[in-house]
């Protein structure tokens, strides 16, 4: 791993004892200290099943056609955003939200309908070249700017852990193989984010974290010598093991240097933490709320939220339309069926639901702006209208205003002009200064988002 | 060794037949090509590739995974006979598919006796969450929940999630092992001074009889404020420790009730008008004694397992947090959506209750003493006494005895906190907690030639296979001393093991994964259809919605499966219970949806069958019957699927990327009154779709008759008919309910269709008839193969098709009794571990 060797600097302070290790370890380390540089942020979220097109199932409305009140496009041609009944809860963030059409991650292709969202985030080519998940776009931000906050990613999702190969339940990916499970406890959440030393006092907490980082060197031993034992094959797994307790190490360092900081004093009013799948939209948007209070204190600056996944026939999400709008079968039948009563009304509560979201960043000020033109906000699906299908993705970009992005269009990739989605990443990429000069199956940036 | 022989002579005689029949490149020139080219490669060649397969590019190489996965294909289809498909012109002659199978399952042979290039599966897994909850039970003496805390495990249907392959590890996951660690070690070793103990009381007195249910009483509705229905609310408890509830009890009881299912639950108060509140069930209780002689029932638990109540913050000030003790009266005889008749319900008369924790028989208890035991050498020689502490705490936790060296790494950390946090017990708990976030503990065990056995390997296999958890102390006595691998000794302790309480652990995890049960529990059920299915609030805000806190008819689906697969190993019967039996494992309210009469209780028993109720065997279990419907109607695609991939085995594919869905789905049908076999017909007229769906729809057609919940309906509302809509007041109880129902549906359903490769079937009773007579190897087979591929934590590859063969033709010749053939699979070299070795 990178930090080699302040890693071991480090260690020799804390086995030095006592008292005396914990405040020049901080001042020597001058990049802990907080950053007068105002944050950039990004979350990227998704929902399943596609969203209503009925004038163009494959994802580009006919023009021949006028275009549907209820279609998830906002307006059938490209250019100047108007919108439609399904759309409406943006048009008071018109000059936030940008529309991309025709964009997809071909590595996605061949997954099926089922199971493209796993590859949403991290555009990886799982069926060809690649077997596995690779990086998803929060993390590669987490690992250049992460370390500027208490938490450097958050991974949150609505049905927690990771899922297995073809049924995601996180966007977020470490690395190939590498899933990291989201969280979908809002008490957990919160408590994880906002109260990490669970009641006791920060000379306890450095104590114990002192203790942790020891123990976990006499584990290293201990799994090593395991290890050794074994044959090959068996050796990858407990290597999936030793790198679990080398990011805890980091994660005790880390830890240990954020007692220097104070929590963050976070009001809980309105936050309704034991809330429950029975109540999508108070759950939905307490999930949200997590988001806001996690960028508004700083605590972290990228996140991914699974609003849902496909596979979900095991959960409450099975039955999120039926507590909303009363439809009497499962979410998933929406995207089947496609009935005309139910389709565009399921997309509109996710829209106000969104919107809910990007409208308290709005009405938050931050500096001269407020905290949505500086939050980089990324909301679709894998899937166009037919459910099936894993071409032509619903691409919903908000934010960032004041990080380089321009809004208010509907953009259009339609035959000739398709590029790949992972341009779009890398234009997110670049607004949260992470110069990468491509991501995943990119071929350049979107210049198109770009102001 | 009778068996041995005759084996050996069958194989002789296989040889000989062989010895005429080329083999290797000339058998693939003179018997392969010519085969495949005359009936194959036209839909699966260079030109098209119907399923995606393609034979014109195979050579004689059946080496390599790819080949052997490619060739085991082709033989299977060949097979059974499945292709060519039926309506092919020209179908090849038996005796040239015979030629054509017997030339690639020898060739197979070859590949697999010669081991060459096989992928050894890792065996070095996580344990699942399920596993190690159960093994930490088992190390400390007590259960604790623990799961909430750890990322779910992933899940697909109709797959084991025990394989490498599922169980990945992230520095998450290990944080939050850590966190239960030291939850654990804080509640198995306990300070040394005896706590305080904790004690509530709280007494009923029947008072104002005259109008609605006593202030002493419990009914199923109707309870009043006050009665010890709203349960007793308590403000002081321990931290951790066992606690016991005692309560005074007695039933009244309406003429022909026999008794009345009394839950205790412990969490945060119920009483309220929300769905979201924690509550954990502590016991239940049948309770038959009149008033006339009240009886003490008594409940116990671990307090950390249950929800609190957070005190609130009153004036700067944090009130003290809360659990109440909430009695529940569980009867359910079908009638309970009828309305509120409290006074013709059973119901149960509370005169007082207790509460009491810690309650212990010693101090330090047990669980303590098992781990910190007494000893002069903790006096003596403190250093000494901590080693042994380790060395007999980590020898179990490893499942196998304890190096040195591991001893003394645990003693160095044990050395390195105990300054710090001064007492023994304190520097133990922490250094313990390490040892389970040891990979030894968090792995399953494997043999690695020095510290841990082969038998030691084969101990912990064994019992993480038939309990979930780690092996007591009887497996580990005879894994030390070797013995494990005997026939005599393992077939001993397989018996014993599945006697074992534990065993149910595994019988319902295999079967839930197996029969891929989990969706029923969230399918939406349509409640204009089925107004009567689950159990609603009748007044007040929440009117009309789920009621919460109390198990459903569909909770006890998921045991009506698991208890009756459970009831066959306990009987060793056929494999052919399955598909038919004589008995069903039911309930009260479970008997009361299905209509059998004469079932008292919650308690499940096997209840004796008659046909007029068409139950028996798993095909008309209501767990499978609404997980595969769509919570209006039945689906029979999913229900097709379920039979081809639980019971039948075939791996059936998701649908390719790009199709068109079956628009009008069942639902929707259902709905609109029409017959979905006319829906499915149409869908078959595109090409695309018919490939693979003629082969699938035949399969869910008989079970048409049962409907999205699980009931035998063979009669729907005629198509295109308006009916008129369920009206509350004239339908709202049970006989009204009937008489509606028997109104609107007048059509009866087809479920008639032929099988792929088959007969034509008519209904349930057609189609078991079938697989009874038909295909009862083929369902052996695929049980053999789940429970293999469960005991040991991987996929079966070609590898193993040898061995599988084998222990099926045995089970075949014992009647393909499922308990034998547990044992089989253990004694069997693939799951001892020495195949390939």
Same mark, same amino acid.
């Given at each position: 791993m990178k930090p080699k060797t302040w890693h071991l600097n480090r260690r020799e302070m804390l086995k030095g004892g006592g008292v005396a290790l914990a405040l020049p370890f901080l001042n020597g380390m001058s990049w802990a200290a907080p950053s007068r540089v105002l944050p950039k942020r990004m979350?990227?979220?998704?929902?399943?099943?596609?969203?209503?097109?009925?004038?163009?199932?494959?994802?580009?409305?006919?023009?021949?056609?006028?275009?549907?009140?209820?279609?998830?496009?906002?307006?059938?041609?490209?250019?100047?955003?108007?919108f439609n009944q399904s759309s409406k809860p943006f048009e008071s963030l018109k000059d936030y939200v940008s529309y991309y059409r025709g964009l997809d991650h071909a590595g996605g292709w061949a997954l099926g309908g089922h199971s493209s969202g796993d590859v949403f985030a991290t555009g990886a080519d799982m069926v060809g070249s690649q077997k596995t998940n690779s990086i998803s776009i929060d993390q590669v931000a987490a690992n250049v700017h992460g370390h500027k906050t208490r938490f450097a990613s958050m991974v949150l999702g609505t049905e927690g852990g990771t899922g297995s190969y073809g049924r995601s339940k996180t966007l977020s990916h470490r690395g190939p193989g590498r899933p990291i499970p989201s969280m979908n406890k809002p008490q957990e959440i919160f408590n994880r984010l906002f109260k990490p030393y669970a009641g006791n006092g920060v000379e306890?907490?450095?104590?114990?974290?002192?203790? @942790?980082?020891?123990?976990?060197?006499?584990?290293?031993?201990?799994?090593?010598?395991?290890?050794?034992?074994?044959?090959?094959?068996?050796?990858?797994?407990?290597?999936?093991?030793?790198?679990?307790?080398?990011?805890?190490?980091?994660?005790?360092?880390?830890?240990?240097?954020?007692?220097?900081?104070?929590?963050?004093?976070?009001?809980?009013?309105?936050?309704?933490?034991?809330?429950?799948?029975?109540?999508?939209? @108070?759950?939905?948007?307490?999930?949200?709320?997590?988001?806001?209070?996690?960028?508004?204190?700083?605590?972290?600056?990228?996140?991914?939220l699974m609003l849902e996944s496909e596979n979900s026939s095991n959960s409450e999400l099975w039955n999120y339309a039926t507590y909303v709008l009363g439809y009497k079968g499962a979410t998933h039948d929406i995207a089947h069926k496609r009935p005309a009563d139910y389709s565009g009304q399921w997309d509109r509560w996710r829209a106000e639901q969104h919107a809910y979201f990007l409208q308290r960043l709005k009405d938050t000020p931050e500096a001269e702006g407020n905290m949505l033109d500086r939050t980089v906000v990324l909301w679709g699906s894998a899937h166009p209208h037919a459910s099936h299908s894993t071409k032509n993705y619903p691409i919903h970009l908000a934010g960032g205003n004041r990080l380089g992005l321009t809004h208010g269009q509907l953009h259009s990739f339609e035959g000739e002009k398709k590029v790949p989605l992972a341009n779009l990443f890398v234009s997110m990429l670049h607004a949260v200064d992470v110069p990468v000069k491509s991501f995943a199956d990119s071929t350049g940036s979107m210049p198109e988002a770009l102001a | 060794?009778?068996?041995?022989?005759? =084996?050996?002579? =069958?194989?002789?005689?296989?040889?000989?037949?062989?010895?005429? *029949?080329?083999?290797?490149?000339?058998?693939?020139?003179?018997?392969?090509?010519?085969?495949?080219?005359?009936?194959?490669?036209?839909?699966?060649?260079?030109?098209?590739?119907?399923?995606?397969?393609?034979?014109? !590019?195979? !050579?004689?190489?059946?080496?390599?995974?790819?080949?052997?996965?490619?060739?085991?294909?082709?033989?299977?289809?060949?097979?059974?006979?499945?292709?060519?498909?039926?309506?092919?012109?020209?179908?090849?002659?038996?005796?040239?598919?015979?030629?054509?199978?017997?030339?690639?399952?020898?060739?197979?042979?070859?590949?697999?006796?010669?081991?060459?290039?096989?992928?050894? *599966?890792?065996?070095?897994?996580? &344990?699942?969450?399920?596993?190690?909850?159960?093994?930490? +039970?088992?190390?400390?003496?007590? +259960?604790?929940?623990?799961?909430?805390?750890?990322?779910?495990?992933?899940?697909?249907?109709?797959?084991?999630?025990?394989?490498?392959?599922?169980?990945?590890?992230?520095?998450?996951? #290990? !944080?939050?092992?850590?966190?239960? =660690?030291?939850? #654990?070690?804080?509640?198995?070793?306990?300070?040394?001074?005896?706590?305080?103990?904790?004690?509530?009381?709280?007494?009923?007195?029947?008072?104002?009889?005259?109008?609605?249910?006593?202030?002493?009483?419990?009914? #199923?509705?109707?309870?009043?404020?006050?009665?010890?229905?709203?349960?007793?609310?308590?403000?002081?408890?321990?931290?951790?420790?066992?606690?016991?509830?005692?309560?005074?009890?007695?039933?009244?009881?309406?003429?022909?009730?026999?008794? #009345?299912?009394?839950?205790?639950?412990?969490?945060?108060?119920?009483?309220?008008?929300?769905?979201?509140?924690?509550?954990?069930?502590?016991? !239940?209780?049948?309770?038959?004694?009149?008033?006339?002689?009240?009886?003490?029932?008594?409940? %116990?638990?671990?307090?950390?397992?249950?929800?609190?109540? %957070?005190?609130?913050?009153? +004036?700067g000030k944090r009130q003290p947090d809360s659990r109440v003790i909430t009695p529940q009266v569980l009867y359910d005889d079908g009638t309970l959506n009828d309305g509120n008749r409290n006074l013709i319900m059973p119901r149960v008369v509370i005169n007082w209750m207790e509460f009491e924790a810690p309650v212990a028989d010693v101090w330090p208890p047990e669980h303590h003493t098992r781990i910190l035991f007494d000893s002069p050498l903790r006096e003596k020689d403190p250093d000494a006494y901590v080693r042994e502490v380790i060395d007999r705490f980590v020898s179990r936790a490893f499942r196998r005895p304890a190096s040195k060296a591991e001893v003394d790494r645990f003693f160095r950390i044990y050395?390195?906190?105990?300054?710090?946090?001064?007492?023994?017990?304190?520097?133990? %708990?922490?250094?313990?907690?390490?040892?389970?976030?040891?990979?030894?503990?968090?792995?399953?065990?494997?043999?690695?030639?020095?510290?841990?056995?082969?038998?030691?390997?084969?101990?912990?296999?064994?019992?993480?296979?038939?309990?979930?958890?780690?092996p007591d102390a009887a497996l580990l006595k005879l894994a030390a001393e070797g013995r494990l691998a005997e026939s005599e000794v393992m077939k001993k302790e397989v018996s014993r093991m599945l006697a074992d309480e534990r065993s149910k652990d595994f019988v319902r995890?295999?079967?839930?994964?197996?029969?891929?049960?989990?969706?029923?529990?969230?399918?939406?059920?349509?409640?204009?259809?089925?107004? +009567?299915? &689950?159990?609603?609030?009748?007044?007040?805000?929440?009117?009309?919605?789920?009621?919460?806190?109390?198990?459903?008819?569909?909770?006890?689906?998921?045991?009506?499966?698991?208890?009756?697969?459970?009831?066959?190993?306990?009987?060793?019967?056929?494999?052919?219970?399955?598909?038919?039996?004589?008995?069903?494992?039911?309930?009260?309210? &479970?008997?009361?949806?299905?209509?059998?009469?004469?079932?008292?209780?919650?308690?499940?028993?096997?209840?004796?069958?008659?046909?007029?109720?068409?139950?028996?065997?798993?095909?008309?279990?209501?767990?499978?019957?609404?997980?595969?419907?769509?919570?209006? *109607?039945?689906?029979?695609?999913?229900?097709?699927?379920?039979?081809?991939?639980?019971?039948?085995?075939?791996?059936?594919?998701?649908?390719?990327?790009?199709?068109?869905?079956?628009?009008?789905?069942?639902?929707?049908?259902?709905?609109? =009154?029409?017959?979905?076999?006319?829906? &499915?017909? %149409?869908?078959?007229?595109?090409?695309s779709c018919n490939d693979c769906h003629a082969r699938l729809d035949p399969w869910g057609i008989p079970f048409e008759h049962y409907n999205a919940i699980g009931r035998y309906q063979p009669f729907v509302p005629k198509e295109g008919a308006r009916v008129s809509g369920f009206n509350e007041k004239a339908h709202g109880d049970l006989a009204g309910y009937a008489a509606y129902l028997r109104s609107i549906n007048t059509e009866k359903v087809e479920a008639v269709a032929r099988v792929p490769n088959g007969p034509e079937v008519e209904g349930m009773a057609g189609l078991k008839n079938y697989l009874l007579k038909h295909r009862k190897n083929d369902i052996a087979e695929n049980i053999l193969r789940r429970l293999l591929s469960y005991g040991i934590g991987r996929k079966l590859t070609t590898h193993d098709r040898f061995v599988v063969g084998e222990l099926i033709e045995d089970s075949a010749a014992n009647n393909y009794r499922l308990l034998d053939m547990i044992i089989a699979i253990c004694e069997s070299r693939v799951f001892s571990g020495t195949a390939g070795k």
């Open positions: 979350l990227v979220s998704y929902f399943s099943y596609g969203a209503y097109m009925p004038n163009g199932p494959a994802g580009i409305p006919n023009p021949d056609k006028p275009h549907h009140d209820w279609s998830w496009w906002p307006c059938r041609d490209a250019g100047p955003l108007s306890q907490v450095r104590a114990g974290l002192k203790r @942790e980082a020891s123990i976990l060197d006499l584990l290293m031993d201990q799994s090593r010598s395991l290890k050794n034992r074994l044959g090959r094959e068996d050796q990858g797994k407990i290597e999936e093991y030793l790198e679990s307790i080398r990011a805890l190490e980091h994660r005790v360092e880390r830890t240990s240097r954020w007692t220097h900081q104070p929590l963050p004093d976070v009001d809980t009013k309105g936050l309704n933490l034991s809330v429950s799948h029975g109540d999508p939209e @108070e759950y939905i948007r307490c999930m949200y709320d997590l988001v806001y209070l996690a960028f508004q204190t700083d605590t972290t600056r990228f996140a991914s | 060794m009778i068996r041995r022989g005759l =084996a050996l002579v =069958a194989l002789l005689g296989c040889a000989l037949q062989l010895h005429a *029949a080329p083999e290797g490149r000339a058998g693939f020139e003179s018997i392969a090509v010519p085969f495949f080219k005359s009936n194959c490669v036209k839909c699966h060649g260079s030109e098209k590739a119907k399923g995606q397969v393609t034979l014109h !590019d195979l !050579d004689d190489n059946l080496a390599g995974e790819r080949n052997l996965k490619r060739w085991e294909l082709i033989l299977d289809v060949l097979k059974a006979g499945e292709m060519p498909p039926e309506e092919a012109v020209n179908r090849p002659a038996k005796t040239e598919v015979a030629e054509v199978t017997q030339w690639i399952e020898s060739e197979l042979r070859k590949v697999v006796e010669q081991g060459r290039e096989e992928v050894v *599966a890792p065996q070095v897994r996580r &344990l699942t969450n399920f596993e190690y909850e159960n093994t930490i +039970r088992d190390l400390i003496g007590f +259960r604790l929940k623990l799961t909430d805390n750890l990322p779910k495990d992933p899940e697909k249907p109709y797959h084991f999630n025990n394989t490498a392959e599922f169980m990945l590890l992230g520095p998450e996951q #290990v !944080d939050r092992y850590l966190e239960n =660690a030291r939850k #654990v070690m804080a509640s198995a070793i306990v300070d040394p001074v005896e706590p305080e103990v904790h004690r509530v009381r709280r007494e009923w007195q029947s008072h104002g009889l005259d109008r609605g249910l006593g202030l002493d009483e419990v009914g #199923v509705w109707g309870n009043r404020r006050h009665s010890p229905a709203h349960g007793m609310g308590l403000k002081s408890f321990p931290q951790t420790g066992d606690f016991v509830i005692r309560l005074q009890a007695s039933a009244i009881l309406p003429p022909g009730v026999k008794g #009345v299912p009394l839950r205790v639950i412990l969490g945060q108060t119920i009483q309220l008008n929300s769905s979201t509140q924690r509550v954990e069930p502590v016991g !239940d209780a049948y309770v038959v004694n009149s008033i006339d002689e009240p009886k003490v029932y008594e409940f %116990r638990g671990r307090i950390e397992n249950f929800p609190l109540e %957070r005190g609130r913050v009153v +004036r050395k390195l906190v105990n300054p710090e946090l001064k007492t023994m017990e304190a520097s133990m %708990r922490e250094t313990l907690a390490t040892v389970l976030i040891s990979p030894q503990f968090l792995y399953h065990t494997v043999a690695d030639g020095k510290l841990t056995s082969h038998t030691d390997e084969l101990a912990s296999r064994l019992s993480y296979f038939l309990w979930g958890s780690m995890n295999f079967t839930m994964q197996w029969l891929s049960l989990a969706k029923m529990k969230t399918v939406p059920i349509n409640n204009q259809l089925f107004p +009567r299915f &689950l159990y609603y609030v009748s007044a007040g805000e929440r009117r009309g919605t789920e009621q919460p806190y109390r198990p459903t008819i569909r909770d006890y689906m998921l045991e009506e499966t698991t208890g009756y697969v459970a009831e066959l190993i306990r009987r060793n019967a056929s494999v052919a219970s399955l598909v038919d039996s004589d008995f069903a494992w039911l309930n009260q309210p &479970l008997a009361a949806h299905y209509g059998v009469p004469g079932v008292d209780g919650n308690q499940f028993r096997a209840v004796s069958l008659k046909p007029e109720y068409r139950l028996g065997g798993l095909l008309t279990h209501g767990s499978m019957l609404i997980g595969n419907a769509t919570g209006s *109607a039945p689906h029979p695609i999913y229900r097709a699927v379920w039979l081809r991939e639980a019971i039948l085995g075939d791996e059936v594919k998701p649908p390719p990327a790009d199709v068109p869905a079956l628009t009008d789905t069942a639902g929707e049908s259902a709905e609109k =009154a029409l017959t979905i076999k006319d829906l &499915l017909a %149409r869908h078959r007229q595109k090409e």
